[in-house]
């Protein structure tokens, strides 16, 4: 059953955030869609990224601040620090839908979620670090241009305490803690991959029934690097992550490499290679690197690719030559199954993941050890096996 009159709605605002977007809409496309795909974009996303976002998303809608309605135009003018603020409320705009689930780019939808369609406005997941708060990057919401003009309003007069929308939508929906418990999504519907350790017996209790998955935080899953061969993530520079946010990683990465790349492919054939033992990554590319974002295929300053490091290079169509993208065909049946129905009561995934990944095998561990060890965050997911048995544990997990 398809409903054509509600959408999850996501937002982004250049060709970075574009990849998290179109790995969040390959990952809701693996699990039965039935309501439409909408992306929101501005104006400084190449044409390149349009042409693949239109093959996944059903609209692709530019959002232009600067040529909006007066009354956006001028909230704009006013306080053009609200920018970005006032591009997530265009989402209100979206009036020839009578109800939207949004979800930021840098979610993962692990499972079927038209539940939440079952919600009314405004319904959020609490803030792992506020939970008096909501998170603002995932919300069911009701379009209605009078709504969005009411958070204009509310911005130009109140501002934001954050400097961003989640703090103007919670202030705006300020009785959204007390008012009404069906309004309060569970956390499962936003869980927070960085700080869902803080409470890992929370975790390994109700963890394996994650449904959306949201790289809150300065460090995005495009940040890391990806090893294609070995499906190793590499940390970058200060980045780490947890174990849990390790499998989530992969995850990301997993679909990434499968269901987005190949995209590349078709909207720019001939211009992939296979380029065995390299890395991949986007922070890197010089035309995906956040320094020039605005699309003129510019490479960055580290833009160019080390020996055996590989970069999803110049997928904006710069003159520099592609450096081995990997080779999508091979990798487009190898996609990581979620099915539904998935999530057995009795399995934890923290003790199949402390499982997963074992660091330099020099004497056996008893699975206390393990887990400790794992629990210190001592573990080593790049060894060369890692992918392979967190594929092999998730697949066992996911049956
Ligand atoms: O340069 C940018 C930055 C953000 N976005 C979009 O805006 C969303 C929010 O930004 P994000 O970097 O995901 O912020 P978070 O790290 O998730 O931080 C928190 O704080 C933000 C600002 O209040 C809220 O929007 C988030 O929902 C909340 O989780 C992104 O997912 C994108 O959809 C862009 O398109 N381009
Ligand atoms: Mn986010």
């Known amino acids: 059953m398809s409903v054509t009159d509600q959408a999850f ?3 982004a605002t250049n060709d970075i955030y574009c990849q ?6 390959q990952s809701l496309r693996r699990h039965r869609l039935t309501r439409k795909l909408v992306v929101l974009i501005t104006p400084q996303v190449s044409s ?5 976002l239109s093959k996944v998303f059903d609209e692709v809608i530019e959002v232009n601040l600067i040529d909006s309605a007066d009354y956006i135009h001028l909230a704009f003018l006013k306080r053009p620090e609200l920018g970005l603020t006032l591009t997530k409320l265009h989402c209100w705009t979206l009036t020839h839908y009578s109800k939207c689930v949004f979800l930021d780019a ?25 939970p008096d708060c909501f998170n603002s990057g995932v919300f069911v919401f009701q379009p209605s241009l009078h709504t969005h003009k009411l958070l204009l309003q509310h911005a130009m007069e109140h501002g934001s305490f954050d400097g961003a929308d989640q703090g103007l939508l919670n202030s705006f929906f ?6 009404d418990i069906h309004k309060h999504l569970p956390f499962i519907y936003n869980l927070s991959s960085n700080t869902m350790y803080t409470y890992s017996p929370a975790f390994k209790q109700f963890g394996s029934s994650a449904k959306v998955v949201h790289f809150l935080g300065s460090t995005k899953p495009w940040n890391y690097k990806y090893n294609p061969q070995s499906g190793s993530v590499l940390e970058q520079g200060s980045a780490s992550s947890s174990q849990h946010q390790a499998v989530f990683l992969h995850l990301w990465w ?21 380029s065995p033992g390299h890395t991949l990554c986007l922070s890197d590319v010089g035309a995906l690197c956040t320094d020039s974002v605005s699309g003129v295929g510019e490479p960055c300053a580290n833009s160019a690719p080390s020996a055996g490091v590989l970069c999803a290079n110049s997928p904006l169509g710069s003159n520099q030559p592609a450096q081995g993208l990997p080779e999508p065909t091979q990798m487009a049946d190898e996609t990581l199954s979620l099915p539904e129905g998935r999530r057995s009561e009795d399995v934890d995934l923290a003790v199949s993941v402390s499982q997963i990944s074992i660091e ?8 206390e050890e393990e887990r400790r060890k794992w629990e210190e965050g001592r573990i080593d997911y790049m060894g060369k096996d890692a992918f392979a048995r967190i594929q092999e544990k998730l697949d066992r997990f996911l049956q």
Do not use: C, M
């Open 9 to 11: 709605v996501t937002l």
């Open 106 to 130: 840098d979610t993962l939808v692990l499972s079927n979620v038209d539940e939440l369609f079952d919600r009314g406005e405004f319904s959020a997941a609490p803030d792992p670090g506020w």
């Open 48 to 52: 390149l990224l349009r042409v693949i």
């Open 360 to 367: 330099e095998k020099v004497k056996e561990l008893s699975p």
């Open 174 to 179: 300020r009785n959204w803690s007390t008012a």
């Open 20 to 25: 998290g977007a179109l790995v969040l809409g």
């Open 254 to 274: 997993t679909i990434y490499q499968n269901n987005v790349l190949p995209l590349y492919k078709s909207a720019q054939a001939g211009e992939a290679h296979a």
